[in-house]
């Protein structure tokens, strides 16, 4: 009873101090990150680490952008794109198979392709690897394309017959009537009402597949194939001790999704959880 | 049901009637079906084949061997190291994550107009790639040049720098502890949704009852967060366990074995060693692992389901 008051006193002064202090966590490896880059590799050596950079130096960004940061940009862009867009046709397909269509197997089937989700991708590796050098995939970009949307397919295919569930049953039955087909009901009905788990699938895959490193690994080896995360691989090795110019191109690798961040907070944090809780 | 039918083209005298409709579920589920056969249960059954293989994955000199990689396997030393690691990983990441990222919802329950860009700027960790995260904290923890080390020198705590990702003692936990910088805001805006799914009438009713804050919380807020827990207990231990992208990066799994998963362990056998018959193996080994814990921890916590 009469620590009511008290404890009420602590929370006002612990909240704003825990929010702070966790604030404090998240930003300083973001400001290291971002100070160094605008530092020369002479300052990088001879002055403190948190010691402010000397000017607003963009030596680091020219030097890394004139270089093949861009192929690297545009092989990401190029794989992300087709891949997100394959999954969200494939697997509102077979979305809409589960959702609406009776056939022996549904639930078996539908139970099979999201117990998908549990499986390590790290199992499919060498067999991938094998598969795609045999397959005379290996080292383009669009080796990348048969594994993104594979491993996506289980948690979209999830996500998506769920949401085709809430679609009432009204509508199609009234396409039904006008002699509709199951194919123009899914391309005219289903489709265009499943934008927002569409939205959703979208977005968690995109993210994933931008940030993925292993198939890209693995799958490609020469800058002229390679996607974004593996910039920062390649770079590492290429400009050895040149701290800022590495911290450059892993501030760059990252401002593609923290500008989309910035325009969309609420729908990237909403598409993250829901992506990662189902699956 | 009115049954909308077509003729097929080929159909001669004997009628064959071949029903779109029945045909539509083939139609619909063949693409994901087919992708999902050649990348996902294709390569999984492969791996199974290949971990009875002596094989350097170049010329056709692989040879069946049997059961031998996985005798090597029960008695490899390396291997259940790297499987201890992966478990330490899952045990330390809901330790270390789990009241954090609680006692965080709640400050942001009670934060009131700052909350929203406080989560805004807490979820930014999530968007990087892990190997941007990798590099970067490679650097963080660098033992000459590391802001870590600067800062514990800066603030009379000098004689604690370590180098922290060279040491076999420290490597570990120096990437856990990124791990869970990473992981932290993604658990809080789970438990934020399990605490903003707690009705406000009751903590009304109880406050007027005599209730404190803190009681309302720990004896009613809590309880209430069981489901949120077993949600978030299940997908950190299932993450942990197949893990590989930042240790990779930032120790490749040493020194020394220190930091080593089953992932990375794989990885090194297969790419680095050329035994794809026994990196397969491990592969395989680490797929029935996960499976097996997966599949208890789902039921264990299927047995308790409540709202998340």
């Known amino acids: 009873m009469a620590s009511s008051p008290v404890s009420r006193a602590t929370g006002r002064v612990a909240v704003p101090v825990l929010g702070l202090i966790w604030l404090a966590v998240t930003t300083v490896p973001f400001l290291f990150m971002v100070m160094t880059s605008f530092k020369t590799q002479q300052e990088s050596f001879s002055s403190s680490v948190w010691t402010l950079p000397e000017a607003f130096n963009l030596v680091n960004y020219i030097d890394v952008l004139s270089g093949s940061f861009l192929t690297y940009l545009k092989n990401s862009v190029m794989v992300v794109a087709i891949s997100v867009l394959l999954v969200m046709l494939i697997a509102s397909m077979a979305a809409y198979a589960f959702a609406r269509i009776r056939f022996r197997f549904n639930e078996a089937l539908f139970g099979l392709i999201v117990a998908g989700m549990i499986v390590p991708i790290h199992i499919t590796l060498v067999p991938i690897y094998l598969m795609t050098r045999h397959m005379g995939l290996y080292d383009s970009p669009f080796a990348l394309i048969g594994p993104y949307v594979a491993t996506s397919l289980p948690i979209s295919v999830f996500i998506l017959t769920e949401f085709m569930r809430q ?113 | 049901m009115t049954d909308i039918s077509t003729r097929s083209a080929g159909g001669g005298a004997g009628g064959t009637v071949l029903s779109l409709r029945k045909l539509a579920p083939v139609i619909f589920l063949a693409p994901a079906i087919l992708l999902l056969a050649v990348y996902l249960l294709y390569p999984l059954v492969e791996s199974f084949r290949l971990s009875l293989l002596d094989w350097n994955g170049l010329g056709t000199d692989a040879r069946f061997v049997g059961l031998d990689n996985w005798k090597k396997l029960a008695s490899d030393a390396l291997f259940w190291r790297a499987a201890r690691n992966n478990i330490l990983l899952a045990v330390f990441s809901v330790l270390i994550q789990m009241p954090i990222a609680v006692v965080l919802a709640v400050v942001l329950d009670n934060a009131g107009r700052g909350s929203r860009i406080l989560k805004i700027l807490y979820f930014l960790p999530l968007l990087m790639s892990s190997v941007a995260l990798g590099v970067l904290f490679k650097y963080f923890y660098d033992v000459n040049f590391g802001p870590l080390n600067a800062l514990l020198d800066y603030v009379g705590l000098g004689y604690l720098a370590q180098d922290w990702l060279g040491d076999t003692r420290y490597a570990l936990g120096a990437v856990i502890a990124v791990v869970c910088w990473q992981y932290i805001p993604f658990y809080m805006v789970l438990f934020m949704a399990g605490l903003a799914s707690f009705p406000a009438e009751i903590s009304e009713a109880a406050k007027l009852d005599g209730a404190s804050e803190s009681t309302i919380f720990w004896k009613m807020k809590l309880p209430h967060l069981r489901g949120t827990f077993r949600t978030a207990i299940v997908l950190s231990v299932i993450g942990a366990l197949r893990y590989f992208d930042l240790i990779y990066v930032m120790t490749g799994g040493g020194p020394e074995g220190a930091s080593e998963l089953m992932a990375t362990y794989m990885y090194r056998n297969v790419f680095s060693s050329f035994q794809l018959g026994y990196g397969s193996t491990v592969a395989s080994a680490m797929f029935i692992i996960v499976i097996l814990i997966a599949s208890v921890l789902l039921r264990f916590s299927k047995r308790y389901e409540t709202e998340i």
Do not use: H
């Open chain 1, 167 to 279: 679609i009432p049953k009204e509508l199609e039955e009234a396409a039904r009537l006008d002699g509709c087909g199951p194919f123009t009901i899914y391309f005219k009905i289903f489709l265009p009402l499943s934008g927002p788990g569409l939205s959703t699938v979208a977005i968690y895959n995109g993210i994933m597949m931008w940030n993925e490193f292993i198939f890209a690994y693995v799958l490609t080896s020469s800058t002229s194939t390679r996607t974004l995360p593996m910039a920062v691989w390649d770079f590492q090795g290429q400009y050895a001790s040149n701290i800022p110019a590495i911290l450059t191109v892993v501030t760059l690798t990252s401002l593609p999704l923290i500008v989309a961040y910035a325009f969309g907070q609420e729908k990237i944090v909403n598409g993250m959880m829901a992506g990662s809780l189902k699956g």
